[in-house]
């Protein structure tokens, strides 16, 4: 690529401190147009916190930003979308009880007698999708359209005005395989128009296969920008957490060592519920790491709520050691030894006004009922123990867990079970929207635990991080639990022909 | 924390400080067979059942919910015990006609608890039912009258002194008791965990239910222990009148004291706070003499000024203006 056309967006020597960190040190970024341009850094590198000083969310203290040649400073994040910078967030920020339509033009409705023209707003929107090829009626509600489309509405929403940039914060951390194509199908269609587009992820893959250049920032300084087809993963791992892929490596070989023949400790026999899993059965064993594999959509997440006792299963039953266990909610799952680590962190793991001390503490505090403090000593060692072993940053138990990054989030949220003792933990994608090294340390206590006895249910859109740490697969499609493999001869290759169904007899091996 | 409760501190000094200004005597304290009294009493003594309510409020602001019922179960409270004394002058009939109205308060409580926990229903419309229907009961009880007593063990509650008026007295210690229970057992984390994120609660496995019918039950004992104090005063229960509007003046209170209505973080300390400057405000409407058709025009001016100073948005404006001024 020749740098014939001047960038777009020109940011120098950018610093930003928030009270007591240092979140962006004099960082120079470019972004071309007619480029896909992939941030790449750990959780808490200052990927997120230099977007936002370009959109105009952050003011920064220091260095300049110009865009198109002129010297810019946003104050406000409209400002920003004005002048051409269109964001699209991780979590869809848009209102689902508005039409399609509205959504898309949303503060920028066309008017006609001082009110809204609605048909000439459908009419837009219309075009609007279209142009990214995404044809759905604008008149629909948005809440009716699955996740994957709402992010393409917010796309929509995001090019409806003049976008010179689009910004793309891990536009693809809820998406199975099929709809990152369709958003990268409609990235590159961006991208031919001359759309500058920033984007994030956390999936290598993804970055290699879309972007034509990257900049790779580690704790809020610039390390280096290069043309993606000059760096290799392991060079790019290396620069992006200052160290090598050792940590990796290791966890596969402690995974191929384990041979767990605990006695069984949970199963399930045409456990299901109607309109979320069909019946199932499934044994887990103790010390022993069992992945469920499967799209978006599959039903990892009800079966691993049925176990939980999260949603009530209408057919089947639970034996835990033996003898049945009726769960009439997630108490009685914990009182059995069970313990759950939601995907939605936000939504339905953390509570993000409580400091880290009281969520660490929160599951155990629930099952003692609160007439029965712990005390205070006891809490105190409890988390000093986790904040140490997690390596949880900030180590102040008194900071509030929503200023902590997503990786550290996921830490506490991991640590609270912990504190339990579980003896099932199931984990529903502890991995996503993590940076790298958090992840290698969450795996790597996976097999700790299940080495010390632990049962552990792994779930993870990521197939190659569910074969590598698991001794049994369990296959789901279309809320159906297909097939069962032997983690340790299993390749990724044949739970993907698995999961793509059809072709593939379906075969059960245990 | 500190910080927080400044503005609303800030925000009592200087009605105080009117007051002094306007009125001289108004910080005067003087004993008179071994009671105080004095203005600053007189604010204490009138706030008290304000402050009552508000604590039970803020638990239950605190959980995501709101209770409008509680005028309506103070008054049911009084009537219920002015009905059973009667024309009797005995002490132990007192005592268990109040004891029998907490009880009824208690489960007044419990059944707002059951609509918002057990039913699922939004706590303003779940606690507008017995609003509206509380006062109906009372008017029952009573059978429309102001009913009268002449009991003087039922009139230490509202009127009686040690040293302090009685209602002082019974509100600091609920207060302190509040506080105790809160900080020494897990309840205020768990009630701040539930009005944070219900959900992640329930998956950690909190008693989200029954922690939120714990708080509905005790703003409503809350309610009845004002109700008697609101009745023991005047010696009478008026079903109509007594603790009408007082909903407000608590919410007031909890929001002035820096609890978000959205649940979650709260104060006790701000809604003591807020309850006095509450209570402060209605009597600095009297000491400055402000004219009767203007008084709720005033009270609305001073509320929206402490809400704003206390407002991120209005603060971050001012200091922006400070800045200017000062470069």
Not at chain 1, 59 to 64: F, H, L, N, S
Not at chain 1, 107 to 130: N, Q, S, T, Y
Not at chain 2, 123 to 137: D, Q
Not at chain 2, 260 to 273: E, M, V
Request: proline share 4%; net charge neutral; hydrophobic share 50%.
């Amino acid at each position: 690529m020749t740098e014939s056309p001047p960038p777009v967006v020109e940011m120098r020597g950018i610093s930003l401190a928030f009270p007591g960190v240092k979140a962006l040190q004099d960082v120079d970024f470019r972004l071309f147009p007619g480029e896909v341009h992939a941030l790449m850094g750990e959780n808490g590198a200052g990927k997120s916190t230099l977007i936002k000083t370009l959109t105009g969310v952050h003011r920064p203290d220091g260095g300049q930003v110009v865009l198109g040649g002129d010297e810019v400073a946003f104050t406000s994040p409209g400002e920003a979308q004005h002048a051409g910078i269109s964001t699209v967030y991780q979590e869809v920020n848009l209102c689902a009880n508005l039409t399609v339509a509205e959504n898309i033009l949303l503060g920028r409705e066309p008017r006609r007698f001082g009110g809204i023209d609605f048909p000439a707003m459908r009419k837009r929107a219309k075009e609007v999708l279209a142009r990214i090829g995404v044809h759905i009626d604008p008149a629909s509600s948005l809440g009716e359209h699955p996740i994957a489309v709402q992010q393409l509405v917010a796309i929509a929403r995001a090019i409806a005005i003049d976008c010179r940039v689009l910004v793309l914060d891990e536009p693809t951390s809820s998406l199975d395989a099929g709809e990152v194509a369709e958003l990268f199908r409609i990235m590159r269609v961006l991208r031919d128009e001359g759309v500058a587009i920033l984007f994030v992820s956390h999936f290598l893959d993804q970055v290699y296969e879309i972007s034509d250049r990257m900049t790779v920032l580690r704790n809020g300084a610039l390390v280096g920008e290069h043309l993606t087809a000059d760096v290799d993963r392991r060079t790019l791992i290396a620069q992006m957490i200052g160290r090598d892929l050792g940590a990796l490596e290791a966890i596969e070989d402690a995974a191929e060592k384990r041979h767990p023949d605990g006695p069984v400790l949970v199963h399930a026999s045409g456990l299901g519920r109607r309109g979320a899993i069909d019946p199932f059965d499934l044994e887990i064993r103790a010390g022993e790491v069992v992945g469920l594999a499967g799209l978006l959509g599959s039903g990892r997440t009800e079966l691993a709520r049925l176990l939980f006792g999260a949603d009530r299963a209408d057919s089947g039953r639970l034996l835990v050691d033996g003898a049945p266990l009726r769960l009439r909610g997630p108490r009685s799952a914990i009182a059995a030894g069970i313990a759950f680590s939601s995907e939605d962190r936000k939504g339905e793991g953390l509570v993000a006004d409580l400091s880290i001390r009281d969520n660490l503490v929160l599951a155990m505090q629930a099952a003692r009922g609160w007439t029965r403090p712990l005390p205070r000593r006891t809490k105190d060692q409890l988390v000093e123990k986790y904040l140490k072993a997690l390596d949880i940053r900030p180590a102040n138990p008194d900071a509030l867990v929503r200023t902590l990054s997503g990786g550290n989030q996921q830490k506490v949220l991991l640590a609270r079970w912990l504190v339990t003792e579980p003896r099932l933990l199931i984990l529903d994608e502890p991995t996503r929207g993590i940076d790298i090294g958090a992840k290698a340390q969450i795996q790597q206590l996976v097999t700790t635990l299940a080495a010390e006895g632990t049962a552990v249910l792994f779930i993870s859109a990521e197939l190659e991080e569910v074969v590598r740490i698991s001794d049994r697969i369990v296959v789901l499609r279309d809320r159906r639990k297909i097939a069962e493999l032997d983690g340790s001869t299993t390749g990724v290759d044949e739970v993907v022909e698995l999961i793509a169904g059809g072709a593939a007899p379906e075969k059960v091996v245990s | 924390m500190k910080n927080r409760l400044l503005w609303p501190l800030l925000a009592l000094v200087a009605l105080l400080l009117l007051n002094l200004v306007v009125t001289p005597s108004f910080f005067s304290l003087r004993m008179q067979d071994g009671h105080l009294y004095g203005s600053l009493v007189d604010v204490l003594k009138n706030g008290a059942p304000t402050l009552l309510i508000a604590l039970g409020m803020t638990l239950v602001i605190a959980t995501r919910g709101i209770d409008l019922s509680v005028g309506a179960v103070a008054a049911i409270a009084g009537a219920v015990t002015c009905v059973h004394i009667g024309t009797s002058g005995d002490a132990g009939t007192a005592i268990a006609g109040m004891a029998i109205a907490l009880v009824l308060c208690a489960v007044l409580g419990l059944w707002n608890g059951f609509l918002v926990a057990g039913l699922g229903i939004q706590p303003i419309i779940a606690t507008l039912v017995l609003m509206t229907a509380g006062r109906g009961v009372a008017m029952l009880v009573t059978e429309g009258q102001i009913v009268t007593v002449n009991n003087t063990a039922y009139k230490q509650v509202g009127a009686g002194f040690v040293v302090l008026p009685t209602s002082i007295l019974i509100s600091l210690l609920v207060l302190a008791l509040v506080a105790f229970v809160t900080r020494k057992t897990a309840l205020g984390m768990l009630i701040e965990a539930v009005g944070v994120n219900p959900e992640a609660s329930r998956l950690a496995g909190v008693r989200a239910r029954t922690i939120i019918w714990t708080v509905y039950v005790f703003a409503a004992v809350c309610a009845g222990i004002a109700g008697l104090m609101i009745s023991s005063n005047v010696s009478a229960a008026d079903a109509n009148n007594a603790g009408l509007w007082i909903e407000m003046d608590a919410i007031l209170a909890v929001v002035i004291g820096g609890t978000s209505l959205a649940g979650g973080r709260y104060s006790l300390t701000g809604t003591l706070l807020g309850a006095l400057i509450i209570q402060t405000l209605t009597t600095t409407v009297y000491t400055i003499g402000v004219a009767p058709e203007v008084t709720l025009v005033f009270k609305a001016v001073v509320v929206i000024a402490v809400c704003l100073v206390q407002a991120p948005k209005a603060r971050a404006a001012l200091s922006f203006r400070k800045v200017a001024v000062s470069s």
